[in-house]
């Protein structure tokens, strides 16, 4: 079993920043990627960004250029900086974890308003 906390979702408005934090516990030898995915009321969620063990990333098509994932093998962590943040990004944030299963975070909300 794979458990993964997510933090530093919040209030931003148009234009600024946040970075998102999942720590990961648990089976940690067994993930193969670690990624972050949104859903925005009414919608489905989807990918925001993801990223594999030897570095591969990947992007959803909305947040290329804005949005950047990393992680941290030392502390078992996957981070989502976002920058330049818009309205339409306004969602609740979900971590995940393939392993031999798939593991989502309780998710954190990112809010953009002025």
């Known amino acids: 079993q794979v458990q993964l906390v997510e933090s530093g979702g919040g209030l931003v408005q148009p234009g600024g920043s946040l970075r998102l934090s999942c720590v990961a516990s648990?089976?940690?030898?067994?993930?193969?990627?670690m990624g972050w995915y949104r859903q925005a009321p009414g919608k489905q969620r989807e990918l925001v960004a993801s990223?594999?063990?030897?570095?591969?990333?990947n992007y959803g098509d909305s947040v290329k250029g804005r949005f950047s994932i990393s992680r941290d093998g030392a502390k078992n962590a996957v981070y989502l900086q976002m920058n330049s943040l818009k309205f339409e990004d306004t969602a609740v944030y979900y971590c995940?974890?393939?392993?031999?299963?798939?593991?989502w975070g309780q998710g954190t909300q990112v809010t953009v308003s002025s």
């Open positions: 648990g089976s940690i030898f067994s993930i193969l990627a």
């Open positions: 995940q974890a393939l392993h031999r299963a798939v593991s």
């Open positions: 990223i594999t063990n030897s570095g591969s990333t």
